[in-house]
Protein backbone atom coordinates (compact mmCIF):
# COMPACT_ATOMS: atom_id res chain seq x y z
CA UNK A 1 0.00 0.00 0.00
CA UNK A 2 1.02 3.84 -0.29
CA UNK A 3 0.10 6.46 1.75
CA UNK A 4 -2.25 9.59 0.52
CA UNK A 5 -2.86 12.87 1.25
CA UNK A 6 -5.38 15.02 -0.69
CA UNK A 7 -5.16 19.03 -0.41
CA UNK A 8 -6.82 21.57 -2.52
CA UNK A 9 -10.06 21.43 -1.78
CA UNK A 10 -12.62 24.10 -0.62
CA UNK A 11 -15.66 26.36 -1.24
CA UNK A 12 -16.01 27.98 -4.48
CA UNK A 13 -18.77 29.25 -6.54
CA UNK A 14 -20.94 27.76 -9.50
CA UNK A 15 -18.29 28.26 -12.62
CA UNK A 16 -15.36 28.30 -10.65
CA UNK A 17 -12.33 25.91 -10.52
CA UNK A 18 -10.08 24.24 -8.41
CA UNK A 19 -7.17 21.79 -8.36
CA UNK A 20 -6.95 18.68 -6.07
CA UNK A 21 -3.50 17.65 -5.48
CA UNK A 22 -3.00 14.25 -3.68
CA UNK A 23 1.07 13.56 -2.46
CA UNK A 24 2.17 10.12 -2.20
CA UNK A 25 4.71 8.34 -0.12
CA UNK A 26 7.03 5.91 -0.65
CA UNK A 27 9.65 5.22 -3.67
CA UNK A 28 7.25 2.81 -5.72
CA UNK A 29 5.16 5.76 -6.47
CA UNK A 30 5.61 5.45 -10.33
CA UNK A 31 4.22 1.61 -10.11
CA UNK A 32 0.60 2.58 -8.97
CA UNK A 33 -1.93 3.38 -11.13
CA UNK A 34 -3.57 6.93 -9.52
CA UNK A 35 -7.40 7.88 -9.39
CA UNK A 36 -10.21 10.27 -7.84
CA UNK A 37 -13.30 9.11 -6.85
CA UNK A 38 -16.49 11.66 -4.95
CA UNK A 39 -18.75 10.44 -2.23
CA UNK A 40 -21.93 12.68 -0.92
CA UNK A 41 -23.25 11.65 1.90
CA UNK A 42 -26.40 8.87 1.43
CA UNK A 43 -24.73 7.48 -2.04
CA UNK A 44 -21.80 4.82 -2.71
CA UNK A 45 -18.53 6.61 -3.38
CA UNK A 46 -18.13 7.07 -7.72
CA UNK A 47 -15.18 7.27 -9.65
CA UNK A 48 -14.72 10.48 -11.54
CA UNK A 49 -11.17 9.92 -13.18
CA UNK A 50 -8.05 7.60 -13.64
CA UNK A 51 -4.58 7.84 -14.98
CA UNK A 52 -1.99 4.83 -15.79
CA UNK A 53 1.32 4.24 -14.39
CA UNK A 54 3.05 6.34 -17.08
CA UNK A 55 0.71 9.24 -17.35
CA UNK A 56 0.05 8.32 -20.91
CA UNK A 57 -3.78 7.19 -20.55
CA UNK A 58 -6.78 8.91 -19.13
CA UNK A 59 -10.14 8.20 -18.45
CA UNK A 60 -13.35 9.57 -16.84
CA UNK A 61 -16.49 9.31 -15.54
CA UNK A 62 -19.08 10.11 -18.82
CA UNK A 63 -20.47 12.99 -17.01
CA UNK A 64 -17.51 14.54 -16.20
CA UNK A 65 -15.54 14.46 -19.66
CA UNK A 66 -14.50 17.68 -20.16
CA UNK A 67 -14.23 19.72 -17.24
CA UNK A 68 -12.11 17.53 -14.94
CA UNK A 69 -8.56 16.61 -15.81
CA UNK A 70 -6.73 14.38 -13.98
CA UNK A 71 -2.86 14.63 -14.40
CA UNK A 72 0.47 12.97 -12.58
CA UNK A 73 4.00 14.00 -11.84
CA UNK A 74 6.44 11.38 -11.28
CA UNK A 75 8.68 13.25 -9.58
CA UNK A 76 7.10 15.23 -7.16
CA UNK A 77 5.18 11.97 -6.39
CA UNK A 78 1.78 13.63 -7.24
CA UNK A 79 -1.43 13.38 -8.96
CA UNK A 80 -4.12 16.53 -9.66
CA UNK A 81 -7.32 16.39 -10.84
CA UNK A 82 -8.10 20.06 -12.61
CA UNK A 83 -11.75 20.71 -12.14
CA UNK A 84 -13.34 23.29 -14.35
CA UNK A 85 -17.04 24.97 -14.25
CA UNK A 86 -17.77 23.32 -11.42
CA UNK A 87 -21.50 22.54 -10.67
CA UNK A 88 -23.02 22.84 -6.99
CA UNK A 89 -23.96 18.88 -8.00
CA UNK A 90 -19.72 18.38 -7.73
CA UNK A 91 -20.04 18.88 -4.25
CA UNK A 92 -18.44 15.84 -2.40
CA UNK A 93 -15.62 14.13 -0.34
CA UNK A 94 -13.28 13.66 -3.07
CA UNK A 95 -11.04 10.71 -2.73
CA UNK A 96 -7.44 10.08 -4.68
CA UNK A 97 -6.84 6.59 -4.53
CA UNK A 98 -3.75 4.21 -6.14
CA UNK A 99 -3.10 0.74 -6.89
CA UNK A 100 -0.46 -1.15 -9.03
CA UNK A 101 -4.00 -2.64 -11.47
CA UNK A 102 -5.49 -0.12 -12.89
CA UNK A 103 -8.31 -2.37 -13.75
CA UNK A 104 -8.89 -2.05 -9.53
CA UNK A 105 -9.43 1.58 -9.65
CA UNK A 106 -11.94 1.27 -13.01
CA UNK A 107 -13.99 -1.35 -10.97
CA UNK A 108 -13.84 0.75 -7.20
CA UNK A 109 -11.74 -1.36 -5.55
CA UNK A 110 -8.08 0.17 -5.11
CA UNK A 111 -5.76 -0.89 -2.51
CA UNK A 112 -5.21 2.78 -0.89
CA UNK A 113 -7.11 5.58 -0.29
CA UNK A 114 -6.70 8.79 0.87
CA UNK A 115 -8.62 10.61 3.78
CA UNK A 116 -10.84 12.73 1.25
CA UNK A 117 -10.60 16.61 0.93
CA UNK A 118 -14.14 18.84 1.00
CA UNK A 119 -15.00 20.14 -2.07
CA UNK A 120 -18.31 22.60 -1.59
CA UNK A 121 -19.78 24.51 -4.56
CA UNK A 122 -21.96 27.19 -4.29
CA UNK A 123 -24.82 28.39 -6.38
Known amino acids: QVQLVESGGGLVQAGGSLRLSCATS????????MGWFRQTPGKEREFVAGIVRSGGTTYYADSLKGRFTISRDNAKNTVYLQMNSLKPDDTAVYYC????????????????WGQGTQVTVSS
Open 26 to 33: GRTYSSYA
Open 97 to 112: AADTNSNKLRIGRPGS
